[in-house]
């Protein structure tokens, strides 16, 4: 709903322009991403697909400030986040990322664990944290579960309760690397559901890798496939199927279409990225 | 206190042990009186203690002020020397985990003495130190010592790092970093690091003072009194000493156990 009215003054717009990123950890140069360029827009979900390997993680990490870039610029909203002279970005609450493998504090319950980011910000008191948290918590659905540790509750659960976590800090940016690998179809589905849920209320730009080709179209306004090693664009798919979207979505036409075009260009990578593998292990 | 009894003995865990200990003890016995039974000398089984004479023994011991002044001066060995390696062990394994300098030039010299098996220390250590008391107390601190600091170290450096990534992003000092992160994430560590250096502390602590004759005031400590028994010919008491250590070793780990559980409570789901 505030997505549709404030569209044009969207926050969270991310410029991606002519990343390399070149790893050197023994003497042997590794280019894991190569002259690589996109523009997401303020609150787009925006889809990565590419294959295993490829760079994409090296990208997210980019952005996030985990890694330097070796060339080129990465903006936010028209500021430098990382380029030339500042081959690191910071690292801050404004970019906030999800974990491959889930990253909730385990000696923390899911409240602690989300109150963590305002508390030791120190924008909130601890106890006004907690409120909060619980408060965000039971809107995902988590309201039963405040009290439990993270080895107790579902990897669902779990998974929820991170994104709630990366929230409440306001964050422009959610970078989710492949969220919901290891979770069973219909985990997944209800994942989906949740995440547009809090898409559509939040309207937070989401930046989210994906091998899951039915996901990406799924949650995606746009698809970004992307090479095998070096990553660089190789094509963009724009998903223009109207939100709100509903598991239906998934049988139609327009749905199908959309798999197929986007999964030819998955597939010439992934045979590429095959045959490279194939050629490394000779 | 009859209740409490009653759910431990509705506990199949509880009935188990029991049960097994009762069966071990038939055993030793059975194993104890096979010379006499059978009449052939069997690989001198027959040197075994019955149960029956160690549990007399017990008996003639448990009134005795000096058997328990022996309890007291281990334990107290003990203590010291594992709440002093506790207290040095800890911050010094974990400035290893998280500082290079730190770790450059602590490392090495740490690296070269810790295959050192402790009770090679006792000659040194009792020349050095001005009394037997302190010596013993320095060997027992160096049995727990090099495994604290390298569980404490292996621990911290074994912390996901994507911890350490999400708080920094939400925002996280290295301070609360270190306090928020790196210490509860090192605490499963700190205790297994604790529990098998307790195991080790009795060990050197029982050897020690057997080595040294465990002092002149009194109680020698549990090791000495093995000793004495032996010196003295008295199997029986040999086995009694041998029971109480693992009466106080069994202690002292379910006090580990006790207190990680207080200090870990999502650990207690496992």
């Known amino acids: 709903m505030a997505r549709n009215t404030s569209k044009v003054e969207k926050k969270g717009a991310l410029s991606i322009k002519n990343v390399t990123k070149i790893y050197d950890p023994t003497g042997v140069n590794v280019m894991a991403v190569d002259d690589c360029s996109m523009e997401i827009a303020g609150g787009e979900v925006c889809m990565i697909v590419g294959p295993s390997g490829c760079g994409k993680t090296t990208l997210l990490n980019g952005i996030a400030g985990f890694h330097s870039i070796t060339e080129g610029s990465i903006h936010l909203d028209g500021d430098l986040l990382c380029g030339p002279g500042k081959p690191k970005a910071d690292q801050s609450a404004e970019r906030m990322v999800v974990f491959q493998h889930g990253a909730l504090f385990p000696w923390k319950t899911l409240q602690e664990n989300v109150a963590y980011g305002p508390t030791v910000q120190k924008v909130m008191s601890s106890a006004q944290a907690l409120d909060k948290a619980g408060q965000m918590l039971a809107e995902a659905g988590l309201g039963n579960f405040l009290k439990k540790y993270p080895g107790e509750v579902s990897s669902g659960m779990a998974r929820r309760a991170e994104i709630v976590r990366a929230l409440i800090n306001n964050p422009k940016v959610l970078l989710l690397d492949e969220p919901y690998r290891a979770m069973d179809a219909l985990t997944k589905q209800i994942m989906h559901e949740s995440l547009l849920e809090t898409y559509d209320r939040t309207g937070v730009t989401i930046f989210f890798i994906t091998h899951d080709l039915e996901e990406a179209i799924f949650l995606g306004d746009k698809v970004h496939i992307v090479t095998t090693r070096p990553c660089q664009l190789k094509k963009t798919v724009e998903v223009k199927i109207p939100r709100p979207r509903s598991y239906e979505t998934q049988s139609s036409e327009k749905f199908r279409k959309l798999l197929e075009e986007v999964n030819d260009a998955v597939h010439e990578e992934a045979v590429k990225a095959f045959k490279a593998g194939e050629r490394e292990m000779a | ?270």
């Open chain 2, 1 to 270: 206190m009859t209740n409490f009894l009653q759910k431990l003995l509705n506990n199949t865990t509880t009935r188990r042990g029991i049960g097994a200990i009762i069966i071990f003890v038939i055993l030793w016995h059975i194993g104890s009186q096979l010379d006499e039974w059978t009449g052939y000398d069997l690989l001198g089984i027959g040197l075994v203690p019955p149960p029956g004479d160690v549990f007399a023994a017990f008996l003639e011991v448990i009134p005795l002020h000096g058997y328990w002044m022996s309890w007291v001066a281990s334990f107290g060995r003990v203590i010291t020397g594992f709440l002093v390696a506790m207290i040095i062990g800890i911050p010094f394994g974990l400035l290893l985990a998280v500082n290079r300098y730190f770790r450059g030039v602590f490392f090495p010299p740490f690296e070269i003495l810790r295959p050192i098996p402790p009770l090679a220390w006792v000659p040194a250590s009792l020349i050095f130190w001005p009394t037997n008391e302190m010596s013993i107390a320095f060997v027992t601190f160096l049995g727990a010592f090099f495994t604290i600091v390298i569980n404490v170290l292996g621990g911290a450096r074994s912390i996901d790092i994507s911890y350490l990534r999400a708080a920094q992003s939400m925002g996280a000092s290295q301070l609360d970093l270190f306090w928020k992160i790196v210490l509860p994430g090192t605490l499963p560590s700190i205790f297994t690091g604790a529990a098998v250096g307790m195991g080790i502390t009795w060990e050197v602590v029982l050897a020690a003072e057997m080595i040294s004759g465990g002092g002149t005031q009194g109680g020698g400590g549990l090791g000495f009194f093995i000793w004495n028994s032996y010196m003295g010919g008295s199997l029986e008491q040999i086995v009694v000493g041998m029971i109480s250590i693992g009466i106080a070793g069994y202690l002292s780990s379910s006090a580990i156990r006790k207190t990680g559980y207080y200090f870990m409570p999502w650990r207690r789901l496992f």
